[in-house]
């Protein structure tokens, strides 16, 4: 029982880990969803070949969706301009949920891309509001350039 509280106490005190880990992984996750976009032009067929305006989405998948999974993963998975990196992806996945899998819960049919398209959402969110952290690029640019600052130049 004592070892439990201890981490706990450890998690209370070092909440930032948490939020470190969870937007390094969403970065990894990210990046990794924007290669497989990128590699498998037919998964993205299939995936949006039930819209009206087939040639638009495909066009705009490719020109904003794949470069904004592969920079903004990459960027969060780093911490570097991490508030940046989440809002850009957040519209990408209002549009997986609204627009790709909501449609599609009235079928019946597995669902987990719309649960874990939520969820990723959710974190995004939770990145966004939280920022860098202290595990990240942000976090040793920011600590550096108070350095210097506190550092009066000789003359």
């Given at each position: ?55 638009f989405v495909q066009a705009a998948v490719a020109h904003y969706v794949i470069p ?55 974190l995004l969110i939770l990145v966004f509001a939280y920022g860098s952290g202290q ?21």
């Open positions: 029982m004592n070892s439990i509280n201890h981490y706990k106490q450890w998690m209370q005190s070092h909440a930032d880990v948490g939020i470190d880990l969870v937007r390094m992984y969403l970065g990894v996750g990210l990046l990794v969803k924007g290669v497989h976009f990128m590699s498998n032009p037919d998964y993205l067929t299939q995936l949006l070949g039930t819209s009206d305006n087939t040639l904004a999974h592969l920079v903004g993963g990459f960027l969060l998975a780093i911490g570097l301009l991490t508030r940046l990196a989440a809002f850009s992806q957040i519209p990408i996945l209002l549009g997986a949920i609204f627009y790709v899998h909501l449609p599609k819960t009235m079928l019946i049919q597995p669902r987990e891309n719309l649960e874990f398209s939520a969820l990723v959402l959710f595990w990240s690029v942000d976090h040793y640019l920011s600590k550096k350039g108070s350095e210097s600052e506190s550092v009066p130049s000789q003359v």
